[in-house]
């Protein structure tokens, strides 16, 4: 049902949940932009409570240094939506959920921009058993056409990583 709205096949979720259930390894998310759309999708496969640790779903500026960990220096200077947040987001979700890897997702879904950055921008943040990385993506369309295509975008990502 999610994974329909989203665009998201089915096979690629249930392939990422399995691969993460072979290597023994839990995942949790901590999402701005898509308000917890990555859990919703990982969770629809069955028997994915085997890996899938939780979410934080931090909206609010303030609710990514407090329920996250992201430093409130960084989102003071540079605003919530940054790739450096993303990489403390899914560091955030990894330790705070006690999962092995961490995905983190901010950015603008507009239709306006926030703190100066354009509608569409999406940084992505993945934590694992080597380090964090980021990636970040300039999205088209309108609100849902963003969020979908960043939970998809960061799907195949993480699906790539654990590869």
Known sequence: ????????PFAQVAGLIETLRGRGETVATAESLTAGLVS?????VPGSSAVVRGGLVVYATDLKDRLAGVDPGLLAEHG???PDVACQLAAG???RCGADWG???TGVAGPDPQDGVAPGTVHLGFSGPNGVEVRTEVLGGDRHAVRAAAVRVALEHFA????
Do not use: N, Y
């Open 160 to 163: 790539g990583m654990l590869r």
């Open 93 to 95: 979700a990894s330790d």
């Open 40 to 44: 919703a999708a990982l969770t629809e």
């Open 103 to 105: 995905v983190g997702l």
């Open 1 to 8: 049902m999610i994974l329909d709205a989203l665009g998201v």
């Open 80 to 82: 919530a939506v940054h």
